[in-house]
């Protein structure tokens, strides 16, 4: 056996916390199970997308982007 | 649906970053990014023609983030920028409130501007990644 450190966000590790407490499991069993899924499945984490906010002078030059794809 | 990486982009932000992000994964996120919540859009008074869209990847090669600008219509997603999250100039805040990310973001979008207008782009179809 050995022991993983990790940084992570405070308000992440208290909510995480939390929500274990609620299943009455331990967070090191949700941890040990994610890095479990992580290796039998392989596969890569893509969070949710999030709209950014721009400026006027940005959104211009991506507008004119989106009229040169129109035309492509 | 089509992602969409200019010559630029792809040696000024992929190139680096081959080995930590693979190209299939940047189809996903660009997937994600085009059938992500909608509610900012419907919400708006008036809907863009193009919004940007920010993701978080996570690879066992290393966690970041990746940016897209959206056209709706056409359901087209471009690579703007892409950035391992220990990049604490711009990975670590991608927000047009952080000047650096903000010099950046203008400078890609002027290089896509003049990728397109010459045609030094790459194309890929998304549609068969779906199933994913």
Do not use: C, W
Request: glycine share 6%.
């Amino acid at each position: 056996m050995t022991t993983l450190t990790i940084r992570i966000d405070e308000t992440l590790k208290g909510k995480a916390f939390k929500q274990a407490e609620k299943l009455g499991i331990p967070l090191t069993l949700i941890v040990k199970n994610a890095l479990r899924n992580f290796v039998a499945s392989g596969k890569v984490v893509i969070g949710e997308p999030e709209t950014i906010k721009v400026t006027p002078s940005i959104q211009k030059k991506m507008d004119k982007i989106g009229d040169l794809l129109s035309k492509k | 649906m089509k992602l969409i990486i200019t010559d630029s982009i792809e040696k000024h932000e992929l190139s680096a970053l081959e080995r930590v992000f693979s190209l299939s994964v940047i189809k996903v996120a660009a997937i994600k990014s085009l059938k992500g919540p909608g509610e900012n859009i419907k919400n708006s008074i008036s809907i863009p023609k193009t919004i940007l869209r920010k993701i978080y990847i996570t690879s066992s090669s290393g966690a970041g983030r990746a940016m897209f600008l959206l056209q709706i219509e056409a359901e087209k997603a471009i690579l703007v920028i892409i950035r391992q999250k220990k990049d604490k100039q711009i990975g670590a805040n991608m927000a047009v409130e952080n000047p650096k990310f903000k010099k950046v973001l203008e400078r890609n979008l002027d290089l896509i501007i003049r990728d397109l207008e010459v045609g030094k782009y790459k194309e890929y179809d998304l549609e068969s990644q779906i199933a994913i």
